[in-house]
């Protein structure tokens, strides 16, 4: 038992790599799909069929534990609300009032509030090796989104789509903060599969405002390959990943690996749609590389791997 969860705890640090992968590609390839279909249809076709895949598992492999859904079903419940639904509607729906750029800023924050979330409220001690690899990696962020220019970053102006974006941001730092304690111990693959459901639920009822449901049959097949690799991706696999990180690691170690989205988006655009890519935007990728190495990389000591096995 020891040595099975020692080497999960070594192996998700590699696994946590594909997160911001699977992530940063999702949000390029969303940014199409919301031009034929409204964001929050998109948002609830997307968590809804996963959910749809994930019961389906949970059902052939007969893990539909009702005392453990008895038992946690509030938690769940809040987590799909929250990390599903309340990130996502609001993240969305920003988009249309500000720019990328100033949600990108924003949203990169989230590894800050969710360590201090940790050592304030929860049982995690603050690390000095933590903190200089946390702002390492956020100053790159902000570095490779602003592409090196502080002409750009000081003209940045906020609005009422900023705001919801920090509203966003906290969705996804109580998020982080409450699911481990919430996930620890339930299945994987049940937990999650309640949590997509619910939270599409949510964004279903959220749609009714919305409206465009008569679009969804005309979406292109461009779309629907989209739509599959942010359901397989970018939902399936990528947030049943990080829940697994979250479990294993805590919210605040598992919401580093969020800096390297950024990364992720644009070498993706500099490959896909053969957009630039500056030196210093380089330099900037390279701290977030270090930044999350060295805010995560105490975690492989003996000392970290028994705490780990002992909770």
Request: hydrophobic residues 55%; glycine residues 10%.
């Amino acid at each position: 038992m020891k040595n099975k969860n020692t080497n999960q705890s070594k192996s998700i640090y590699i696994l946590m790599l594909l997160v911001p992968l699977f992530w940063g590609g999702a949000f390029a390839t969303a940014k199409h799909v919301i031009t034929e279909i409204p964001p929050l249809i998109a948002a609830t076709l997307r968590f809804g069929i996963t959910g749809i895949i994930l019961a389906m598992v949970v059902t052939l492999q007969k893990e539909w534990h009702w005392k453990e859904i008895r038992k946690r079903w509030k938690g769940l419940l809040f987590i799909g609300l929250i990390g599903v639904f309340g990130y996502n509607a609001l993240f969305f729906t920003a988009l249309k009032y500000t720019s990328a750029t100033n949600g990108a800023l924003i949203i990169a924050a989230m590894p800050v509030f969710t360590m201090l979330g940790s050592v304030l409220f929860g049982k995690e001690t603050w690390s000095t090796k933590s903190g200089i690899g946390l702002f390492l990696s956020l100053i790159g962020v902000v570095i490779v989104i602003v592409k090196g220019s502080l002409s750009a970053l000081l003209a940045l102006s906020f609005n009422l789509g900023d705001l919801l974006f920090v509203a966003a941001l906290f969705c996804g730092v109580i998020y982080g903060l409450t699911g481990k304690a919430i996930v620890q111990g339930a299945p994987a693959m049940l937990s999650n599969a309640i949590m997509m459901l619910s939270g599409a639920a949510f964004l279903a009822i959220s749609t009714v405002f919305e409206g465009g449901w008569n679009k969804v049959p005309n979406m292109s097949v461009q779309s629907w390959i989209e739509m599959a690799y942010m359901v397989v991706c970018g939902t399936l696999i990528g947030y049943v990943i990080f829940n697994k990180g979250v479990e294993l690691l805590g919210g605040s170690k598992a919401s580093m690996y969020l800096n390297l989205t950024p990364i992720v988006t644009t070498l993706l655009a500099v490959i896909a749609y053969g957009s630039s890519i500056t030196l210093t935007q380089i330099v900037g990728m390279i701290m977030v590389l270090i930044g999350v190495y060295v805010a995560t990389a105490k975690t492989g000591s003996r000392k970290s791997s028994m705490k780990q096995v002992d909770v």
